[in-house]
Structure formats: structure tokens, C-alpha cells
């Protein structure tokens, strides 16, 4: 069953920092560009970050350029996503998925209805 897998969630302080983690089940991640995208309660999905599939090119939402890192390890089969400096803004269900186009990733804003192999999300609290 090809899925994907996140982790590393959890309860974190504003100005805090955690980095999650999207692993690949029943396939290799190596060829994918892989996107993350979160959703807070009443509100719709959004694109946060995405990577090639080598790692050389990555696209950030404007609230997150300079606080998130996306990054990836393709011998563990591994997305990563950094997190710093985070604000209760931050608050939501993170989930990664594989993008269907290039484009869809790298190109500008990301559309989740161009994605697929959902995980099933990491809930994310920023709270004192």
C-alpha cells in the first residue's frame, strides 16, 4: 500500500521549534517532489512548502519564508520540514503529499487538488 507518514508533531511554546517528518511506505520517494500543506480548524488547506526531487529547488508560502526549512533525504526515504520560530498562527494539522506535476510544486502557489498519497497529519499547537 503506497502511503505516506507524518510525524513529529506536537504542543510547542510561541518562538519555539520542531521539525517534522514525512516518511514514504511502499514506494521511493527519490523521483517525488513532495509538498507539505497544513489545515487549522475552519479553515481551508494551504501550501506550506515543497521540494524537487533532487532538493535543489523549494518553494515557501510568504508566511513561512524564513522560519521553515524544507529538506529531504532520499536514502531514508524522508521529508523533512524545520520549523522555527513558530506563533500560534502556526496552529494546525500538517500533512505532506506527493505532487502529481512539477509544477504544482515548485511553480508557484500549491493546489492540493494536484496532489495525492495524502498522510494522515501531524497535529501542530503553538501555545504558551
Known amino acids: 500500500q503506497l502511503q505516506l507518514v507524518e510525524s513529529g508533531g506536537g504542543l510547542v511554546q510561541p518562538g519555539g521549534s520542531l521539525r517534522l517528518s514525512c516518511a514514504a511506505s511502499?514506494?521511493?520517494?527519490?523521483?517525488?517532489?513532495i509538498g507539505w500543506f497544513r489545515q487549522a480548524p475552519g479553515k481551508e488547506r494551504e501550501g506550506v512548502s515543497c521540494?524537487?526531487?533532487?532538493?535543489?529547488?523549494?518553494n515557501y508560502a510568504d508566511s513561512v519564508k524564513g522560519r521553515f526549512t524544507i529538506s529531504r533525504d532520499n536514502a531514508k526515504n524522508t521529508v523533512y520540514l524545520q520549523m522555527n520560530s513558530l506563533n500560534a498562527e502556526d496552529t494546525a494539522i500538517y500533512y505532506c503529499?506527493?505532487?502529481?506535476?512539477?509544477?504544482?510544486?515548485?511553480?508557484?502557489?500549491?493546489?492540493?487538488?494536484?496532489?495525492?498519497?495524502w498522510g494522515q497529519g501531524t497535529q501542530v499547537t503553538v501555545s504558551s
Open positions: 521540494i524537487s526531487s533532487s532538493g535543489g529547488s523549494t
Open positions: 511502499g514506494f521511493t520517494l527519490d523521483a517525488s517532489y
Open positions: 503529499a506527493v505532487a502529481r506535476f512539477s509544477w504544482a510544486c515548485i511553480g508557484g502557489q500549491m493546489s492540493d487538488r494536484q496532489y495525492d498519497y
